[in-house]
């Protein structure tokens, strides 16, 4: 038998429950179930404030290091294309659209740029 585990939901998830509690509630207020004000005391909820980190990381120097290590020990050619967009996304801080987005024809090897 699993144990179950408590789950902490995110604070956007939390305040889409508080919307939907506040309906509710107001569709009982509507029916004349509840009083005025006990629903306004009901809906007196502050929202849960966002705490959420913003979308990715920082890659230590040591990181980058071994990452750029495993895709050159392999000799596949998707290890040295994975170990130039890697390098490319590290040094112009591209973002990760503009990087999946490349074509051949948008390097120029000769001075190494992009078009």
């Not at 604070?11 to 509710?24: P, V």
């Not at 959420?52 to 020990?73: K, M, W, Y």
Request: charged share 20%; aromatic share 4%; proline share 8%.
């Amino acid at each position: 038998m699993s144990t179950p585990t408590t789950h902490t939901p995110s604070s956007a998830t939390a305040n889409k429950h508080i919307a939907a509690l506040r309906g509710a509630l107001k569709a009982v207020w509507r029916l004349g179930v509840l009083a005025t004000d006990d629903y306004l005391r009901a809906i007196d909820l502050r929202p849960v404030p966002s705490s959420r980190l913003p979308a990715g990381r920082d890659v230590e120097h040591d990181g980058l290091t071994a990452l750029l290590a495993t895709c050159a020990a392999g000799d596949r050619p998707a290890g040295a294309r994975d170990g130039a967009i890697i390098a490319l996304a590290y040094l112009s801080g591209s973002p990760r659209a503009e990087l999946a987005g490349l074509h051949l024809a948008d390097v120029d090897l000769d001075p190494p740029q992009f078009v």
